[in-house]
């Protein structure tokens, strides 16, 4: 058990359990959601720990802070679209005065693998002012995730694990340490540091940019620059580690380095860097975070390549093939690729979804209407967008469906169809149909109940499909225009009259198209 | 010793347990690895893909420089098309002939299996086929397991130690199953 090949998530979830972790909360989101599988699995044979899906990223932050005000050790973990969401808590925490320790895990997505932007934590950890970490292999994780613990207690504030897809879902072997004690319930000591109204709120800002400056002076401590020419000074963070030591090899010359896997950012040690060299180069995955800060802080200026200055790709994922000419470095020659080959697979609904079935009746009720607006949301019914579909028109963010629906409709635009997934309904459907209702917005609200969250591989909703119903009439959408139909095609005819009816209703409908998903079915008859 | 391998194949055909069980049988023969594999979206069809990285000594990037793969196995003859610009000089490429349809412009079978025959170290195989005369269907992933076996850094015994060991936990039948095909992809 003391080598093991691990996830970067998977490393991230055993680094808190052996850490001591009382308390985990989630939401599930690519590629954060193997952190909590990990740890319910766990939890599920040993017990010991809580472990738990949320309704979404700020009720999971706010639970984690609830933990740390009780003085134990809670992680929190979301991607990085997560942290929108949850951006309320996670500003105004840096300001508590944290008791147990308090992980933010945040996977970030460069190259979109299953996001909808690339945003880089970086910058909300550096906007709120909290010390962050980036690993860059599955050891690092482990060990970064323990450490967090510890800085976080040390230093009374949240601390965040900054990730990326190839972190989290890349393998590599891990050596564990020592299985640490929980911490036991004991309530933070000092209530005027967990109150942020205004009079107390400055007084902890204050201490807050103190305590950041001096968490940066520890950083420039541990920082070591390697010494190279003075040529060229490359500045790597998190996983471009491995990207350019793949390719140092190859350089004739070896230039100076400084690895950055803590923030905030060392000025000092940058500032070094940056008088022993003639040119500075900066790898980062992300956004050019370290390179545009490395811009404000040096009193001489020295040319700065990066992904800001163009030469290193501003989008998407480093590899190492596209950081070499960046590097001076000729690329690498591999076999011509085939003619063949067309661009790439679309994902597709799984055969027989019952979201196909959905579609179907909403595009045919929708025929004959000049104009209307389908308005969807993020999860595998945002495949709807492709053929044999080509329903949904908008996608933005989690329940952006039913607000934008409800908008267009008081613009004029109507009919105006919202189509949200059970589980995007319960992260951030309600509130808008409490406005759409309390309005009387003209506009159809259609929940497509598959009884799971089936993008991210079929973890169960936080409730049951039967409270759908029940909410929609406890917030006041009349009882005659909630409906619960079966999202088969034999209920196809009936649907769409049904739909019809709908669309010619003034006021608030909401159907609930039920049927659960192929995929859930199948790991449920698995296990 | 440095062994990379891409393995491709459309998301459902199960591509992620050969690279368990390979990623396996190299730990247990004291060697370094790194994986690196995508979910999400890929569970409905699109296309999937690992990198494998096997090594004596310390592996730097998660994934694959181009033009250093030694291996491209393959679960679909076009997705193993799709990464030759990754494969080394004397790498060598091994796919299962039968495609997956799932897009409309699927090229020509014939010019795709040409594309690969004409390649100078390339292996096509009916891996259904062969696992279905096996006596199971669903383990044509270790028919191209065993295929590999004599190209890979690997003892033979290592991958049939990962083999049982994945599958131990589906029952004896299943195991004997994935072993059948493994040693028919072997004999090939
Ligand atoms: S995972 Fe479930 S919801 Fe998603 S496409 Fe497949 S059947 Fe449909």
Redesign the pocket.
């Known amino acids: 058990m003391d080598n093991q090949m691990l996830m970067g998530d998977e490393a991230i979830a055993l680094g808190a359990l052996h850490a001591g972790l009382s308390a985990a909360f989630a939401y599930p989101g690519t590629p954060s959601t193997e952190i909590m599988e990990t740890l319910q699995e766990i939890a599920s044979r040993e017990g010991g720990f809580v472990a738990q899906w949320c309704s979404n990223e700020k009720t999971a932050f706010e639970s984690a802070l609830g933990a740390s005000y009780a003085g134990r050790r809670t992680m929190v973990s979301m991607k990085h679209v997560g942290l929108n969401v949850a951006a309320d808590p996670f500003i105004n925490s840096a300001l508590l005065k944290i008791n147990g320790g308090l992980v933010v895990v945040v996977a970030d997505d460069p190259g979109m693998h299953s996001s909808q932007d690339e945003q880089d934590s970086r910058w909300y950890a550096d906007f709120a002012r909290v010390p962050c970490l980036e690993p860059a292999d599955s050891q690092e994780a482990y060990d970064m995730a323990r450490e967090a613990f510890e800085l976080s207690e040390k230093n009374a504030c949240p601390v965040m694990l900054r990730i990326v897809t190839r972190l989290a879902h890349g393998r590599s072997a891990v050596v564990f340490g020592p299985r640490l004690p929980q911490n036991p319930v004991s309530k933070a000591g000092d209530r005027w540091g967990w109150n942020l109204m205004p009079s107390v709120a400055r007084r902890l800002w204050k201490d807050l940019l103190a305590k950041y400056e001096r968490i940066r002076g520890e950083n420039d401590a541990t920082s070591a620059i390697e010494p190279g020419s003075a040529d060229l000074a490359v500045v790597t963070t998190g996983l471009a580690l491995q990207y350019y030591r793949e390719n140092e090899g190859d350089l004739a010359t070896k230039p100076s380095h400084l690895h950055i896997s803590r923030y905030p950012i060392p000025h000092g040690a940058l500032r070094e860097l940056a008088s022993r060299s003639k040119r500075i180069l900066v790898l980062e995955e992300g956004y050019p975070f370290v390179e545009r800060y490395l811009r404000g802080i040096l009193s001489t200026p020295i040319p700065i390549s990066g992904k800001e200055s163009g030469e290193v790709p501003a989008t998407g994922e480093l590899t190492p093939d596209n950081i070499r000419p960046a590097l001076g470095l000729p690329a690498r020659q591999g076999l011509a690729p085939s003619s063949l080959v067309p661009p790439g697979r679309p994902p ?9 079935d959905s579609f179907s009746f909403l595009t045919e009720a929708l025929e004959g209407h000049q104009v209307f607006a389908v308005n969807a949301d993020i ?3 945002t ?1 709807g967008a492709l053929p044999p579909y080509n329903a949904v028109e908008t996608v933005v963010e989690m329940g952006a469906s039913f607000g934008m629906a409800r908008g267009a409709s008081e613009a004029g635009l109507r009919p105006a169809v919202g189509v949200i ?1 059970d589980s995007t309904f319960y992260h951030s459907g309600i509130p808008n149909l409490v406005d759409a209702v309390s309005h009387g917005t003209n506009v159809k609200f259609l929940i ?1 109940d ?1 009884a ?1 969250t ?2 991210t ?2 973890q169960p909703t936080i409730m049951p499909s039967e409270r759908l119903r029940a909410i929609a009439l406890a917030v006041g959408v009349g009882s005659d225009h909630v409906h619960v139909v079966r999202a088969h095609r034999t209920e196809h005819e009936a649907n769409v009259a049904l739909l019809k009816r709908e669309l010619d209703h003034m006021g608030v409908s909401v159907i609930i198209a039920f049927r ?6 199948k790991k449920a008859r698995k296990a | 010793m440095k062994y990379d391998i891409i393995l491709c194949g459309v998301g459902g055909q199960g591509g992620i347990s050969v690279s368990v069980v390979i990623a396996r049988a190299a730990m247990a023969e004291g060697l370094q690895v790194k994986q690196s594999e995508v979910h999400g979206m890929s ?2 069809g699109g296309e999937v893909l690992a990198h494998l990285r096997i090594s004596d000594g310390t592996i730097a990037s998660p994934t694959i420089p181009l033009g250093s793969a030694s291996l491209v196995l393959a679960f679909e003859p076009l997705e193993a098309l799709r990464y030759l610009p990754w494969l080394a000089a004397g790498g060598s490429v091994i796919a299962a002939a039968e495609p997956i349809r799932n897009i409309a412009d699927y090229p020509d079978l014939g010019a795709i299996h040409a594309a690969l025959k004409a390649l100078p170290r390339s292996l096509l195989i009916d891996a259904d086929r062969i696992a279905k005369e096996a006596g199971n269907a669903r383990a044509a992933n270790m028919v191209l397991v065993g295929a590999a076996a004599r190209h890979l850094p690997l003892k033979a015994a290592s991958l049939e130690a990962a083999i049982v060991e994945l599958f131990s936990r589906k029952g004896e039948a299943v195991v004997a199953a994935n072993m059948k095909a493994f040693e028919a992809g072997r004999g090939l």
Do not use: S, V
């Open positions: 597709q609904l799984c055969a027989g979804c019952p979201h196909g999860g595998c019914y495949l997934g497509l598959n799971t089936g993008m591989g079929a659960e998903c192929i995929e859930a079915l | 569970q409905r």
